[in-house]
């Protein structure tokens, strides 16, 4: 039997049970590839848990027997084959869906598949969701490409080369829509296209701007880390993690702030921007350094993609906060934290423009594309080759289309709000 064929089936046990749990009817459905498939292949309906919780105990027991069928009951050493060489074999989206499915299964091949399955650091590859708010490779980027429909002030982020993946077959990393208000503006980030709520379990955060556009606060739905919780929450109240409804957002805990210079003179020349990654610490590219790598989200979309059980033990109590944090929170331990500047242009006379390097991803002429560099004091020993390596770069290919390329120690979240930002107006910058 084929992996495609093992997947196939399993998708189709898993389907079965959840026709049975929400009405019986037995209807199988088979998952299509759109813009909530990275969500959806691991999402086993959390919604169903608590519309069943007052059936018999008769229909929560043949549910078990489905459950710890004779998939779930693979030997460990067998199952880590399986998804080892399933890992090996999909490496590209929409293919890389099989690698996915496999998680959302059982509890045991989820934690198996989890252990396969690495960082996008090392490997290269975005798998789960939790992928997107993890750094990104070291040597060579992540490529990927923006684009932008005037119509609706949405913004599509999606995996590929080219622009040719833009269609069914390409993979919906996030979106975005701009909301103007009366002394800001909002990117609200969500990881599908037709939901942008903050009461939503998709929501992942926000951009806001002040009001003239030389200033933007990057606002994470979750924590950067535990211990920023504990320290920079104004007030905070202990509850237990199931009391947290996934429809109510956790928060908003600034993780970057990025910063316009203003052009008094009107000078000729690209805008000048600088980044302070509050949740990023300078040490993170220094020799042996590390960033932050969350391994799952604390609890909202975590809770809904495990599979449900039976038995519940008590939840931990976990600290958590109705209100933001402050402006420039500080991570205990972390030192300063990592800043990127634009990279200098320099001026082609030939061509009387400003050019940069971008190595063939962008083909025209823009004010908005730039590329960002470290900006390191000699008191952090960075390298010289770590200075000059370009952490995320951004530029214009054609009419509202756009590449976005990152790396470690930036995620995907991250670097899709600092692109964002490039959309806004900023006259007063240019």
Not at 201 to 209: A, D, V, W
Request: hydrophobic fraction near 35%; charge should be positive.
């Amino acid at each position: 039997m084929s992996f495609k064929s093992i997947v196939r089936e399993l998708k189709e046990i898993r389907d079965g049970i959840g026709s049975k749990r929400s009405g019986g009817e037995g209807k199988r459905n088979v998952h299509k590839n759109t813009n909530k498939s990275h969500v959806h292949h691991l999402m086993v309906d959390g919604n169903t848990e608590q519309q069943q919780s007052g059936s018999s105990s008769s229909l929560l027991r043949s549910t078990d027997v489905i459950q710890q069928g004779r998939w779930a009951n693979l030997p460990p050493e067998l199952l880590l084959d399986v998804i080892q060489r399933l890992e090996a074999s999909e490496t590209s989206w929409p293919a890389r869906q099989h690698v996915v499915a496999c998680g959302s299964v059982c509890r045991s091949w989820r934690d198996i598949t989890k252990e396969v399955v690495k960082t996008p650091e090392q490997s290269g590859r975005l798998t789960f969701p939790i992928s997107l708010k993890q750094p990104g490779p070291r040597e060579s980027p992540i490529q990927c490409f923006i684009k932008r429909e005037r119509a609706t002030s949405t913004y599509h982020l999606y995996l590929g080369l080219t622009p040719a993946l833009l269609g069914e077959n390409g993979k919906l990393l996030f979106a975005a829509r701009k909301v103007r208000r009366a002394t800001s503006t909002d990117f609200v980030i969500s990881l599908v296209s037709d939901d942008f709520s903050r009461a939503s379990n998709t929501y992942i955060g926000k951009l806001r701007s002040n009001f003239l556009g030389t200033k933007f606060t990057v606002y994470d739905s979750q924590p950067p880390c535990d211990a920023a919780v504990q320290s920079n929450c104004r007030s905070n109240r202990r509850i237990h993690a199931k009391q947290v409804s996934p429809r109510v957002p956790a928060g908003n805990y600034n993780v970057a702030t990025i910063s316009y210079e203003l052009n008094v003179l009107r000078s000729r020349g690209p805008r000048r921007m600088q980044c302070t990654m509050h949740s990023i610490p300078i040490s993170a590219i220094q020799e042996g350094g590390t960033a932050p790598t969350p391994t799952s989200f604390p609890h909202s979309l975590e809770d809904q993609f495990s599979v449900p059980s039976t038995s519940k033990p008590k939840e931990p109590l976990i600290p958590f906060s109705s209100t933001s944090l402050s402006e420039t929170p500080t991570l205990p331990g972390a030192g300063d934290p990592l800043v990127l500047k634009n990279k200098a242009p320099r001026w082609h006379e030939q061509l009387q423009c400003w050019c940069l390097n971008f190595r063939g991803r962008v083909t025209v002429a823009s004010v908005k594309n730039f590329q960002l560099v470290a900006a390191v004091e000699a008191s952090h020993q960075v390298s010289a080759a770590e200075q000059e390596k370009v952490i995320l770069q951004f530029g214009k290919i054609g009419k509202d289309i756009f590449t976005m390329d990152y790396r470690y120690p930036l995620s995907a979240f991250q670097a899709f709000a600092i692109c964002l930002s490039s959309f806004d107006t900023k006259p007063a910058c240019e």
